[in-house]
């Protein structure tokens, strides 16, 4: 009698169980079509992007910058990469203060680039391969050489005035204290009235004013402009800061701390991104990304929520920048790397993260999160290719990460070209910071690690221009980390990034599958499983450069091996009690036997 009953309620338990899973992964079920648990599908959610920095990819001429010629002559290389949208870094005329993110003319191509006639070439020739184009916007601020900005600087009573933000001086100083991102105040005096234009970065990049609804349409059209041509959307710089707080008040000594606080999230900032959503996004099938720093993860979720209908994607910079303080690198631990990538992972249903380790502005990917010395960087740097394309979200890999490409050894100041280190340096050495340490800093934080240009051979300039110098130093390490050493070497971090982007887009549940951290406490090794409709997968990554060892609850066992950054003995995983070597990494996957239940 007894066993009847225990019989029954197993039964009872065991059935609600399956109609559970039946219910959250029987696809053509109407019902299902709305359960919250299943992200609602979008190419842009599937996809893997690649980001190019044009100044520092492939010269075709000579010149040692970069051209669209150059990338030309690298899409069958990136074809065979298999990413499945490029984001360009802005490739749009410019005096180059801040290597194009200040932009003179949004409708010409930057003649060192190329032209327009390139610019389609380079288009058509990503579609001929199944590959998007996304296109940087940049409309926190143009260039000073724009012609809006010329035309407003020449009088108060010009047209244009409003196109940028002009406020009288205080007591003969500027108009309050708002510092520059790159150094100095945020207020230029400037032409002949004797007022002041307000420039977040450097001063060669005036803010546009948004509360002028004739430069939102101007914004709208320049969008309408590139899209009509057939880009597939935008990343968008500095997004969040396009609204301006109107009080124009001092900052406290904290806020001056951390400007973009102040700056971000402005009023009318949600506003003004559902007009531009209106009025132009929702008339293509394309994809946002918004680089949206300076606020809470709340903040920017209502950003990306789709019921909201502004942007699809926000970068947040808290898993990218951990453990920096401006261009200080404090030391992280990987457990609190975990609580934050969880924290990008948790969004609501109605919003889909991104998951990225570095991009133009930061160092290079495995001198930070792995270990660039001879010994560790391959294994390193593929291990965090298997972190990337493992995660739940859209990842963004960056130029020379699928190579392995390391920080630069900056040995003095004058080698590095970038306007925010060089803007920043009175200000840190007035601080009593001395040359040393901030050059040691820099050398972990500073945004030229990730400029220097792409390594495609171990010929002189690394294959990178047929001239005598590059615009950027090259790494001395080409000779040995090279992107033709890499396409010979079946072996190299090149294929393994290949076979993991074959293998992300053929397992849908690596993409939308749920994702959960198995080992949230374990200081060296970050297990996380991806439970999705057909097969659940284990995800094992030893990130550090000494052995070690994880427990895993017997429900892990009987999964195969997918993928491994180092040889693995047994590819069925039977034992509770795993050791892993130095950055050892590896994708198990298990199928769920349920859904083959359901199927029958
Ligand atoms: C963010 C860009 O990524 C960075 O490179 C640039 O300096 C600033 N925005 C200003 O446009
Ligand atoms: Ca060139």
């Known amino acids: 009698m007894k066993t009847v009953f225990v019989s029954i309620i197993i039964f009872l338990i065991m059935s609600c169980k399956f109609n559970d899973k039946e219910d959250r992964f029987t696809i053509h079920s109407d019902k299902i079509m709305e359960d919250k648990a299943f992200p609602k599908k979008a190419w842009w959610k599937e996809a893997v992007v690649y980001q190019i920095y044009p100044r520092s990819f492939k010269d075709s001429n000579g010149d040692g910058i970069g051209d669209i010629q150059g990338i030309i002559s690298k899409l069958d290389y990136l074809d065979r990469l298999g ?7 802005p490739h749009f005329d410019s005096p180059n203060a801040d290597n194009g993110y200040d932009i003179r003319d949004y409708r010409k191509v930057m003649e060192e680039f190329g032209t327009m006639a390139d610019f389609d070439q ?39 005035r409003d ?13 309050n204290n708002w510092p520059s991102f790159f150094g100095g105040s945020a207020w230029e005096q400037a032409g002949p009235d004797g007022e002041y234009y307000l420039h977040y970065f450097a001063k060669k990049q005036p803010d546009l004013n948004w509360e002028n609804p004739k430069l939102r349409e101007e914004v709208y059209d320049l969008m309408r402009f590139w899209l009509d041509k057939g880009v597939d959307g935008f990343r968008m710089d500095v997004i969040a800061l396009i609204s301006k707080q109107q009080g124009f008040k001092d900052m406290d ?6 400007p973009e606080f102040t700056y ?3 009023p009318r900032l949600h506003e003004f991104l559902k007009e531009m959503n209106q009025k132009v996004l929702s008339n293509y099938d394309v994809m946002t990304v918004g680089e949206a720093f300076g606020g809470t993860p709340e903040m920017t979720m209502e950003l990306t929520d789709e019921r909201n209908e502004e942007i699809d994607l926000a970068f947040w910079f808290d898993v990218a920048r951990i453990g920096r303080d401006n261009w200080y690198q404090n030391d992280w631990s990987l457990t609190e790397f975990k609580k934050l990538v969880k924290e990008q992972c948790d969004v609501n249903y109605y919003n889909w ?19 660039d010395s001879p010994e560790f960087r391959e294994p390193s740097a593929k291990l965090l290719a298997m972190l990337l394309l493992t995660q739940r979200g859209t990842p963004f890999l960056y130029q020379g990460d699928e190579i392995g490409m390391t920080n630069f050894p900056f040995a003095s100041f004058d080698q590095f070209d970038d306007v925010e280190i060089k803007g920043n340096y009175a200000k840190v050495l007035a601080s009593g910071i ?42 001395p390490n080409y000779t040995r980390i090279n992107v033709k050493d890499n396409l010979e070497d079946p072996n190299s971090i090149f294929h393994f990034y290949r076979k993991l982007l074959d293998i992300r887009q053929d397992n849908e549940g690596l993409i939308y599958g749920d994702y959960q951290d198995i080992a949230p406490e374990h200081p060296n090794i970050f297990a996380y499983t991806r439970t999705g409709a057909k097969a659940t997968y284990l995800v094992i990554l030893n990130m550090s450069s000494s052995q070690d060892a994880l427990e895993l609850n017997s429900s892990y066992t009987d999964y195969q091996l997918v993928i491994a950054n180092q040889a693995v003995e047994n590819k069925l995983l039977n034992n509770t009690s795993l050791k892993l ?16 239940n359901i199927k029958n």
């Open 581 to 596: 070597g130095p950055w050892e990494g590896r994708l198990y996957q298990k199928n769920n036997t349920y859904h083959e």
């Open 83 to 89: 990413v499945d949208v490029v984001w360009l870094s």
């Open 253 to 258: 000594s904290i806020g001056l701390q951390h």
């Open 122 to 160: 380079m288009l058509a020739g990503l579609k001929q391969r199944g590959i998007k184009l996304i296109i940087d916007l940049v409309v926190n601020h143009s260039s000073d050489e724009h012609e809006w900005f010329k035309q407003s600087m020449s009088s108060k009573d010009n047209p244009y």
């Open 353 to 371: 993260p991104t998951i990225f380790l570095t991009n133009h502005d930061n160092p290079r990917t495995v001198s930070k999160f792995g270990d």
């Open 163 to 175: 196109y940028y933000i002009w406020k009288s001086g205080k007591d003969g100083k500027e108009p």
């Open 434 to 475: 001395s040359p040393e340490t901030y050059l040691e800093e820099l050398n972990q934080s500073g945004r030229d690690h990730a400029r220097t240009p792409m390594q495609w051979s171990d010929e002189d300039q690394a294959g990178f221009t047929s001239g005598d110098t590059s615009w950027l130093a090259i790494n």
């Open 264 to 266: 971000a999230y402005g």
